[in-house]
């Protein structure tokens, strides 16, 4: 690689659709550097730039899905865009292929300003789900926050990542509860749960009936990733229920990571 010389793996991937797969990408220098659940890094590869007629580094931010405990081995759920220039080359590596993987991670998405006596909102469109897990798999079942519902909102029912797993943690833990919606299944599918988009889901009567979480600024905090349009929508509706954006000048209790 021009730029980055390889320095992983992609030791499994396992695929979703064919636009979206866990990718399992082991270090040479193992252990990866110790983070936070919420954090992020970066994958890198030289690929095909046809505007240029060349090979060119190209890295991008993934969140791990994994747990910091994990760091021989790192899971990442990714969406390969149309004509993403990375993500195009990362869905034609195969088991074995090297790659770049950014030895740093960054970020503050993470549950730092988040009180262990709160209630926490984990809200998640697509590929958002990833830094959920982490922390899921990190803290559940430790006292890390008084309830915690995970609303994760895809398209259609068999993009709902982790799926098994939610379900198995939201059965055997009480203080977590797993709130899926699939806004495009068809009319006819199977799909019994929720359809709406995640504005239409936070209603605090029905939201509080179904979850237990009071969605009030006072008990409970928010963490919102994915797609910045629904970030906006969603920060919207929050702000019309007393919520303000988190910042390290402004302590909220609303905190978001954009995709892109
Ligand atoms: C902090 C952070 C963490 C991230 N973690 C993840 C993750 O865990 N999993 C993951 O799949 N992605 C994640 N992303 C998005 C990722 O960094 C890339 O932007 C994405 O994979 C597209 O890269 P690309 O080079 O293929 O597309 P590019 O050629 O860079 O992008 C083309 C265009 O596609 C749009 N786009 C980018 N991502 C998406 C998307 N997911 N869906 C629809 N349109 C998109 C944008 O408008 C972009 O300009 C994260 C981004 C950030 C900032
Ligand atoms: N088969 C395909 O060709 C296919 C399938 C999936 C994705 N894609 C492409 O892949 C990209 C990523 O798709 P994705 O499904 O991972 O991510 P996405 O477009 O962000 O959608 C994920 C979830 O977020 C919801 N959402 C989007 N905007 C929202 C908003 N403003 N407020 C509330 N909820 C919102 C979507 O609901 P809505 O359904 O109501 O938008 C969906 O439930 C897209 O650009 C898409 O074109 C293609």
Redesign the pocket.
């Known amino acids: 690689m021009s730029e980055q010389a390889a320095n992983a793996t992609l030791v499994e991937r396992r695929d979703v659709t064919d636009a979206l797969a866990y990718f399992f990408v082991a270090p040479d220098r193992a252990p990866f550097a110790s983070f936070e659940p919420g954090q992020?890094t970066n994958l890198g590869l030289e690929v095909f730039d046809r505007s240029v007629g060349e090979r060119r580094f190209?890295r991008?931010?993934?969140?791990p899905?994994s747990a910091p405990t994990q760091r021989e081995r790192l899971e990442?759920?990714?969406?390969?865009?149309q004509?993403?220039?990375?993500?195009?080359a990362?869905f034609e590596l195969r088991p074995g292929a090297r790659l770049w993987l950014d030895p740093a991670v960054?970020?503050r998405?993470t549950l730092e300003p988040v009180p262990a006596d709160r209630d926490v909102v984990f809200v998640a469109s697509?590929?958002?789900v990833?830094?959920y897990v982490s922390m899921l798999r990190s803290y559940a079942g430790r006292k890390r926050w008084r309830r915690a519902v995970l609303v994760e909102s895809v398209r259609e029912e068999r993009e709902l990542g982790y799926r098994a797993e939610l379900e198995a943690l939201a059965a055997r833990d009480p203080s977590f509860v797993w709130l899926p919606t699939v806004t495009r299944a068809p009319e006819a599918s199977t799909w019994a749960g929720s359809r709406v988009r995640i504005p239409a889901l936070l209603e605090p009567d029905a939201f509080a009936r179904r979850t237990g979480v009071a969605l009030d600024p006072r008990t409970t905090h928010v963490l919102l990733c994915?797609?910045p349009s629904m970030l906006a929508d969603v920060s919207a509706r929050l702000g019309e229920l007393g919520f303000a954006p988190h910042s390290r000048r402004a302590p909220g209790q609303v905190h978001t990571?954009?995709?892109?």
Do not use: K
């Open positions: 992020f190209v991008r931010a993934y969140s899905g990442f759920y990714v969406r390969r865009v004509g993403g220039r990375l993500t195009e990362l960054y970020g998405f697509g590929t958002g990833a830094p994915g797609n990571e954009r995709y892109w």
